[in-house]
């Protein structure tokens, strides 16, 4: 006949919780974290002609995006286009747009996936001089 000592068994039951309660406790063992995304400022400027445009590229990861239009000058006031859209390698696609922004004014927008953005700056008719102007993107 086989005997079986179950005297150990109280301490093995006690061993096994223990291992399972220190690996619970580090959650991060279990769903490991993900980097926090560093925001990023990007500043763009350049002379807008009469019936002109120009456009800038950036890459942007998931989360807000802010394009400001810090100044316009010889005329702070006077009405350009501004717009934050999709880059394709070739043209901007324009997603929100402003077709009076001043300086001061701003495109808050959301990207749901990393890509290839782009924001533009045109001329909206209203141009009869070149400006210079400077625009700050924030990104994640």
């Known amino acids: 006949m086989i ?11 006690l061993l096994g919780a223990a291992l399972v309660t220190s690996a619970c406790a580090d959650e991060s063992l279990l769903f490991p974290t993900a980097p926090t995304p560093t925001e990023t400022t990007d500043t763009f400027a350049g ?50 747009s402003d077709d009076s922004a001043i300086q001061g004014s701003v495109i808050y927008a959301t990207v749901n996936a990393t890509g290839a953005l782009c924001v533009r700056v045109y001329d909206v008719g209203k141009l009869v001089e070149p400006l210079t102007f400077e625009l700050g993107v924030v990104h994640f």
Not at 3 to 13: C, D, E, H, I, N
Request: hydrophobic share 40%; glycine share 14%; aromatic share 4%.
């Open 47 to 96: 002379t807008l002609t009469v019936n002109g445009g120009t456009t800038f590229q950036f890459l942007g990861n998931r989360g807000t995006v802010t394009a400001t239009l810090r100044s316009v000058a010889p005329d702070p006031t006077i009405g350009v286009g501004l717009s934050l859209g999709t880059w394709n390698g070739a043209t901007c696609s324009a997603v929100l």
């Open 3 to 13: 005997r079986v000592s179950t005297r150990g068994l109280p301490l093995l039951a």
